[in-house]
Structure formats: C-alpha cells, structure tokens
C-alpha cells in the first residue's frame, strides 16, 4: 500500500513534466516556423509581385530593382555628401572674403600713407634735381609710370643719393619710411592676389557642387518620377518590405530572403510551411490528450512529437517538387517552371505538414504509377479544366459538348458528370479528351477532387 501511494505522485509528477516539455517544443515550434514561414511569405510575394510589373514590355525582376534601389542610395549619399562640401565650402568662401575685405583695406590704407610719403619724396627729389615746381604734377605717387614726370624725378635721383647726399634728418626719415611703405605695399599686395586666387577657386568648388548635386536630384527624381511609374510603384513596395526585412535581419540571424533566388525562396517557404502544418498537427493531438488523457503522447512517444515537424516539412518538399514535375496534378500547371501565386504555395506546404500520411501515401500511388507496367498505369482523374476548354473552342458551348460526347461515344449526361466533377475520368478517356480540346492533361485532370 504505501509503495501504491508513492508510485501515483511519482507518476502524476512524470506527466507534469513531459505535459510540459511537450509544450513548450510546440510553442517553440509556433514560434519559430511562424516566424520563418512570415518573413519567406513576405519576401515570396514581394518577388511575386516585382515579376508582375512590366516595364518596357519586359518582367522585372528582384534583382533589377535592387540593382536600382542600390544606384538611388549611391545617388542619395552622393548628394548627401555634396551638400555637406556646399555646405562646408560656403562657410569658407564666407571666411576667404572676409580675409580678402580686411586684405583690401589694409593695402588701401598703406596705399595712402605711401602716396603721401611718395609727394614728400618728390618734392625732396626734385630740389636735387632742380625741377620746377610746375613740372612737378602727380596726382598719385603710388602708381607713377615711365611718362609723368613724379617717375622721372624719382628715378632721375635716386633715394640712396638722396640719402647720401642730404644732411636734413627728416628728409632721411622721409626716405627711410618710404622705402618701410613700399616693402610693406609689395607683402600686402602679395597677401591680397593670394586670398583673391583663393576666392575664385572656392567659388568654381561651389560652382561644381551645384552642378553635382543637380544632377544627382534630377536622376534620383526621375527613378521616382511619373514617368517611371511602374519603378516607382514597385520601388514604394520594395523599399517598405526591404526596410522590414533589413531590421529584422540586422537584429536576429536571418539571410536575406528578399534577394534569395526566387526557387531557393520557395523551398523555403514550402519546408517553413511543412513544418509549421507538423507542429498543428502535433497541437491536436496534444489537445487530445487534454482532453482524453495521457494516451496520445504515451501512444506516439517523445520521437514523434520530435521528429513530426521534419516530416511535414520534407514532406511538403517532396509533393511540392512532384506537383511542378507534373507527376501529381494537384492545380493548374504544366511543370514548365510558370510563376506560383505564393498562397498556393503555402497551402500546398501546410497541407502537406498537416497530413503527412496522407500526402507520403499519394507520392507512394505516383511512384506505383511511374514504375509500374503499362497495364497497371490506368488512374481516373477529375475534369476541373474540361469546361474551361469546352468554353474557349469555337462555336456554342452545348454544341462542342455534344460533339464531344459523340466523338467519345458516350452520352451528353456523362459529359455533365465529368463537368459537375460527379465521377472521374477514366485514363483512356483523358487522352482522347486532350486531343479534341487541344489542352494538355495537365491543364484539364487532377488527381485530388475539387
């Protein structure tokens, strides 16, 4: 008795636990594939959608307009940085005039000291050189040329025989200090040509940023332009998607879904949805077992709760590749490789997942057919594209039923069966079917009733 007592709480405690891993692994599965299986449908019909915009009658692709969505962000921080040189260099053409002004006035205020330092070393000059007063007409000493007469005075008695010759301290003053002013004039004039050059060059800089800086706006205005509707459209969407997934991919391990190849891309989604129809699958029986005891988990074990959600997903991979090999028609497709609405596409995933057994036991059937004798090949199928293809034949369409059902030697009622999905097709029929229409097999049966 008292072992009875000590083995229900040891048992009950056993449960507790294993209730409670089981849950939190399908609450990580939740979690996990439906994380994944959100951000590769996100990016599947962002591709989708690029593929159904046209531009000069031609599909674009992710690729394009990534390749655009790349030149419009070079272009953006092209013209960023030409505006911080604008920026930059009008700050210094501001401070270059600013030098250049105070430039200026100095050598216009020692331009006037040196004028009139310059009369006084004429009228000395002139003394030596015994000019009249009347011959003596400058107006600016500072700019006297080989013509007038202030350049003849000057240069007719030099300043050293001024100063050798005259005994009048402030005549040798006189001369000192114009000699100081002349120098001095020389360096200003020297310091001003030099900030002035710097003026003319900084203004050609801010000449050639403007250009810059309007060619990169017109061409970042024509990649979104009215002109350019169908860039610009997609190139909204795009960007809204690519700004998503760039978050989620700079915080979390993620690759990036939204320039994966787009048949990588559908794997994945295909093998997220699998999983994630696994992990449903797993929630049932696992509420079942809420409901009518520990059964389903001690019936199943721990490896299948496991190793279920694997087989959804490559489960949903197997059908998924057979469905666009043509070998399970399961919607309209011929294996060519045509664009797949992405819904389809997790539906098909999630299906697959969620009834495994069900999905191996049809890929099993299609092995059975591929490999069997030609005798043994004979499978009815549904006619779901049959009144499609009636209706795009020339003529009435009750006259090409009829005709039909004359040239298959069966009655008009049968050919309403068909249509109505009432009964199957049988395979010798499908393939005389396909010839009147003109529609492959594909087009016209299915293997899974609608």
Known sequence: MPEGKSEKPMLRSTRIARSAITSFWILFLFVSLGFIAVISMTAFQLQHQIRSTTVENRALTIWEVSRIYENWTALKR???SDQQRLQSALEKQTILRTE????????????????????DI????????????????CEKYSSVTEENSCHRIITKYSLDSILGNSSDNNSVKNVEEYKDLSDKITSLEVAFNEKYNAVERI????????????????KMKYILSSDNNAISFTMGDFLDAKR?????ESTWFVPDFSLMPPDMLTLFLVMAMGGLGGAIHLSQLYLKQLNDGPSAIEAYGARYFLLRPFLGAITAIAVFILTKAGVLVIAAGDGQGAAVSPFFVAFLGIISGLLADRALLMIQTAGHRVFSNADDQKVDRWAYGLKTALEALPGEFEKNKEAL??????????????????EAVPEDTQRDISLFTHQSKGLLFRDLKA
């Open 100 to 119: 250049l002004g105070e430039a200026s006035n100095k050598l216009s205020s020692s331009s006037l000291l040196f004028d009139k330092k310059a009369h």
């Open 244 to 248: 998503f997934l760039q978050g989620i």
């Open 122 to 137: 004429v009228q000395i000059a002139a003394e030596f050189a015994e000019f009249e007063q009347s011959e003596i007409n």
């Open 405 to 422: 059902a004359q040239s298959l030697e069966v009655s008009v009622q049968k050919i309403d069966d068909w249509l109505a999905e009432t």
């Open 78 to 80: 092209t013209l960023e």
């Open 203 to 218: 203004s050609d800089d801010i000449y050639n940023i403007n250009k810059n800086i309007s060619e990169s706006s017109d």
